[in-house]
Nanobody, 125 residues
Framework: QVQLVESGGGLVQAGGSLRLSCAPS????????MGWFRQAPGKEREFVSA????????LYADSAEGRFTISRDNDKITVYLQMNSLKPEDTAVYYC??????????????????WGQGTQVTVSS
């Protein structure tokens, strides 16, 4: 079973930036896209952003639009989430996911069949 490994989380002040990275722990696997989700304490996991591995099409949640940028490196099989102008409400565990089920970026967690363990992002006010 492929494992995804996230990195780049941490503590930052409001208005600051972080860049999250995600890559498979070993080997390669067939996939059509990758995405980022987050889950704050007491809340359901929510979609943040996704990117197609084929077309480079991207999707963003309204809360991320204009502040976050998703990108990918095909050679490194790595997806990045650049997060700028961070707000305290962005505090959550951020999860990376990959899909071999659907072509194109997807907002639905059920479309993703590979998940990382999550990385904590904390934004202080």
């Amino acid at each position: 079973q492929v494992q995804l490994v996230e990195s780049g989380g941490g503590l930052v002040q409001a208005g600051g930036s972080l860049r999250l990275s995600c890559a498979p722990s070993e080997g390669t696997f067939s996939m059509y896209g990758m995405g980022w989700f987050r889950q704050a304490p007491g809340k359901e996991r929510e979609f943040v952003s996704a990117i197609s591995w084929v077309s480079r099409n991207t999707l963003y949640a309204d809360s991320a639009e204009g502040r976050f940028t998703i990108s990918r490196d095909n050679d490194k099989i790595t997806v990045y989430l650049q997060m700028n102008s961070l707000k305290p409400e962005d505090t959550a565990v951020y999860y990376c996911a990959a899909t071999s089920r659907v072509v194109g970026p997807s907002r639905s967690p059920s479309m993703y069949n590979y998940w990382g363990q999550g990385t904590q992002v904390t934004v202080s006010s």
